[in-house]
């Protein structure tokens, strides 16, 4: 994917889901303050793919330390009508 292209996908993607959950709050609830939230889409694999990429990416950097350590969470459309949260990682200060 372009990497230009990219912030602004996340940002339309991030505005559909405030819109969202304006309406219907549940998701947000379920989000652990301070995460890393990425975005996917049935309907946009390569979306999705990139943002899976960057979050590996931030993952690794928590592990090695250069990131301050937070929860990754997944936020998917697998519809229109339907969204669904995947939490990738927990803070975990006693990882080691």
Partial sequence: MNKPILPKKNLDRLADFLIYELGKPDLAEQI???????????????LTQANLKFASK???SMFLGYVEAAPLVMCMNTSLAR?????CSRNNANRM
Avoid: T
Avoid at 33 to 42: A, K, T
Avoid at 83 to 87: E, G, K, P, V
């Fill in 32 to 46: 652990p303050d301070g995460s890393y939230v990425f975005y996917g889409s049935c309907s946009d694999p390569a």
């Fill in 58 to 60: 931030i993952l690794l």
């Fill in 83 to 87: 969204r669904s949260l995947l939490i």
